[in-house]
């Protein structure tokens, strides 16, 4: 399973959860294999759009705090699951999803996109 998070810095479990989706600085891929930190450039790269950059990381799991209708749209529509983050760090809401208690992301918290890139 690929679990996708946004985060403030590059610090492994302990990197802190973003309070942004798109724009956020760091994207935490983690898998069974670990965790990589990804910087939010090089996942852009070769992308115009930023939901085709995060769709092209192929999650099957998303956790955040905020997303925009686009990025929103394409995942489900991949049936990469959401899920909303409580938690402060990496490790946190890792654990959370691991125990069942993470909620689903609401769809009436998806917003229309801010940001132009």
């Known amino acids: 399973m690929r679990i996708l998070v946004p985060v403030e810095k590059p ?33 852009m790269r070769s992308f115009r759009h930023k939901w085709e950059a995060i769709v092209a990381l192929k999650p099957d799991v998303v956790i955040t705090k905020e997303i925009g209708r686009p990025a929103y749209q394409a995942l489900r529509s991949r049936g990469v699951r959401i ?9 946190e809401v890792l654990e959370k999803l691991r125990r069942g208690e993470l909620a689903e992301f609401p769809p009436e918290l998806v917003h229309e996109p801010r940001h132009r890139h």
Do not use: H, R
């Not at 942004?20 to 294999?33: H, L, M, Q, R, S």
């Not at 899920?83 to 490790?91: R, S, V």
């Open 11 to 43: 610090m492994g479990l302990e990197s802190p959860i973003s309070e942004e989706f798109g724009e956020a600085p760091y994207f935490a891929i983690v898998t069974d294999g670990g965790v990589q930190i990804l910087t939010n450039e090089e996942v």
């Open 83 to 91: 899920y909303l983050a409580e938690g402060a760090t990496l490790k």
